[in-house]
């Protein structure tokens, strides 16, 4: 397309120039925070944020979450996008629609509609109790559960969108050749469908654990003080004790975690192709 | 002739030179919190009367410090509103100047305990709040703080988190009651960590009450009386309570920039929201309770703010000095107690 490759990267230079000035450089700076010392550079904040003991709870609070809020929305999100796009076109378009549409709802206004749903005279609660399985109101609301949900209602629509996608461009009769060869549903999921599908897992898979590490509203209405993340937690330290450096330690942390999760998802999925 | 064209020259260049004092600005930094009324009682009112602009800057007051802290050699903003504990803490790092009190006309309206807030001459509170227990009154029955721990209630309590404005005092009190008063809150801290699993949440923002209150979700939460008005107007029966301890708060206060280039005005700015007149319609508003103490309002606005001498005196307020030399100290004990 271009007659050289001054040429082309000519044509990046701005928007790498914008990128490098406005994203990265800033970023640089502010992690390079969490490096500095009285006595120059040292990882001394690192160590000393793990050396306490909330912290320690908080950050497996966080990958805790994160993972379950993962793999329970990859296990809903690939039953939902299988059952999409096996509809006829009209119907699959408009399933897709409702599938997208609470993405455009403000997630302050859907996290403020679950205080009413999990609250003690909410409708999850009278349900409970209607059916006789609980005796007086459980307390949802301010827990991991609330958190879980929350996070879950949010980022399951990014997961089976990209299961969708990566489900149809799945060759069409690969599930049946597999059947008719003698495979049950685990082994046709486990060794063709998976293995066909495996980008939309690590597309959706990074973008749930990425979405679920940083999204504030949730956790903090939610779960609220009593469930503290990571997120709260840096939000936490700057506005509250003006900690920048504890800030900057834990946005490092949330970076590299959300690196992690993508190496790893693509890591399981290239080992099951190459067995 | 000649004279006639010189003259109007000059009346030109005069009202040129008025019209120069008219670029005067002064800039302020105050809580991002009802900024319309703020500006139809407040800012558009003494703009005219000064014929200068008014830059208004808000935020919470951790970032308004740290700015002030970083243009701490070139001042942009003249005069801040703040928290005590903020007056005193920006008194501590250098960035304000002593008030010259015999500038402000209506300094001795105020309530004695709004003169001076930090014994220093460094601040002049404009408003003050009373903190106390909102609470469903056909529910339980609060006399004291520590009524909020006890068995068959503090499954319904919310309180705020250590990191609100309504956190410590509402901790200084309840170790007040629990007879475990220290300034670093240890006791208070304590005790409630060892309920926190029966306590509903540690609550960040006040407006979210009034939801879990209509849910019954809660039925007691600490809470600061600038944010009382929104409970009263529930269908439900929610008192405020009188505690035996007392009722604690907090005051907001004015200070003056050091190094800042429009001191008079900052000055003038600062006697008119302090005058009666501003004060009354700022109550009657229901933004701020006067400080003021000639401020005459009706019993139902009254009801609504923190009004009153007797109330002014009852008010059990934590020293700046201790807010402040404690505040990291409260919050890894309350993380370590509480916040897990």
Redesign the interface.
């Known amino acids: 397309m271009f007659h050289n490759r001054a040429e082309a990267m000519a044509l990046a230079l701005p928007a790498a120039v914008f990128a490098a000035a406005v994203f990265l450089l800033p970023v640089i700076l502010l992690l390079a925070e969490g490096f500095k010392s009285a006595e120059g550079w040292s990882a001394a904040a690192y160590t000393g944020f793990f050396s ?3 912290n320690q ?1 908080v950050f497996w609070r966080t990958l805790r979450l994160g993972a379950i809020v993962t793999v329970v929305s990859a296990v809903i999100g690939y039953a939902a996008a299988f059952a999409i796009v096996n509809l006829k076109p009209g119907t699959k378009g408009r399933m897709i629609g409702l599938v997208i549409l609470p993405l455009m709802i403000s997630p302050v206004a859907r996290t ?1 509609a679950w ?2 749903i999990l ?4 409708i999850v609660n009278q349900a409970l109790q209607g059916l006789g399985l609980t005796d007086g109101p459980l ?1 949802i ?2 827990t991991e559960t609330a958190v879980f949900i929350g996070l879950l209602q949010l980022f399951l629509p990014l997961m089976i969108i990209s299961l969708i996608s990566a489900l149809e461009n799945m060759p069409r009769d690969a599930v049946p050749a597999a059947r008719v060869l003698g495979a049950n549903w685990f082994q046709v999921f486990w060794k063709v469908i998976l293995p066909l599908t495996k980008e939309g897992v690590v597309i959706g898979g990074t973008l749930v654990f990425t979405g679920s590490l940083t999204a504030y509203i949730t956790p ?2 939610l779960g ?3 469930v ?1 993340m990571l997120e709260t937690l840096l939000y ?1 330290q700057v ?4 900690d920048f450096v504890s800030a900057s330690v834990i946005a490092l942390i949330l970076i590299v975690m959300s690196f992690a999760a993508n190496l790893l998802l693509k890591r399981v999925a290239t080992a099951r192709n190459n067995r | 002739m000649k004279k006639v064209i010189l003259a109007s020259g000059v009346a030109l260049m005069l009202g040129m030179g008025a019209a120069h004092a008219q670029e005067k600005t002064l800039t302020i930094s105050v809580y991002a919190f009802a900024q319309d009324e703020f500006k139809k009682i407040v800012y558009d009112p003494f703009e005219k009367l000064c014929s200068c602009k008014l830059v208004v800057e808000t935020g919470n007051s951790v970032e308004r410090l740290a700015k002030m802290e970083a243009n701490k050699a070139n001042p942009v903003v003249d005069m801040a509103v703040v928290s005590m504990a903020d007056a005193l803490a920006a008194t501590r790092s250098d960035l304000i100047e002593k008030i010259d009190t015999s500038k402000l006309s209506n300094f001795d309206k105020l309530y004695d305990i709004a003169k001076d807030p930090n014994g220093d001459g460094m601040s002049v509170g404009y408003t003050f709040y009373a903190t106390s227990i909102a609470y469903r009154t056909d529910k339980m029955k609060i006399e004291s703080w520590a009524d909020l721990l006890k068995p068959e209630y503090v499954e319904h309590v919310a309180f705020p988190n250590v990191t609100t404005n309504q956190g410590p005092p509402a901790l200084y009190m309840l170790g007040q009651a629990l007879g475990k008063d220290s300034p670093d809150l240890k006791g208070a801290i304590e005790a409630l960590g060892e309920k926190k699993d029966e306590i509903v949440t540690f609550y960040v923002k006040s407006s979210q009450l009034v939801q879990l209150m209509q849910q019954e979700e809660i039925w007691a939460a600490p809470i600061g009386r600038f944010s009382w008005a929104p409970f009263t107007k529930l269908d439900l029966p929610i008192g405020w309570a009188t505690p035996k301890e007392g009722q604690t708060g907090g005051m907001n206060v004015m200070v003056l920039a050091k190094g800042s280039k429009n001191q008079e005005l900052a000055l003038q700015f600062m006697d008119f929201w302090l005058s009666t007149e501003v004060q009354a319609k700022l109550a009657e508003a229901l933004v701020d309770s006067p400080a003021n103490k000639e401020v005459k309002v009706s019993d139902q606005v009254a009801n609504n703010i923190t009004y009153g001498q007797e109330t002014a005196e009852s008010l059990k307020l934590i020293p700046s000095d201790v807010a402040l030399d404690n505040r990291n100290a409260w919050l890894s004990e309350w993380n370590a107690k509480v916040g897990q």
Do not use: D, M
């Open positions: 306490e003991p909330i709870t403020y205080i009413v609250g003690r005279t909410g307390r609301l301010f903090a209405i609220g003080s009593k503290l936490q506005s509250v004790a003006n």
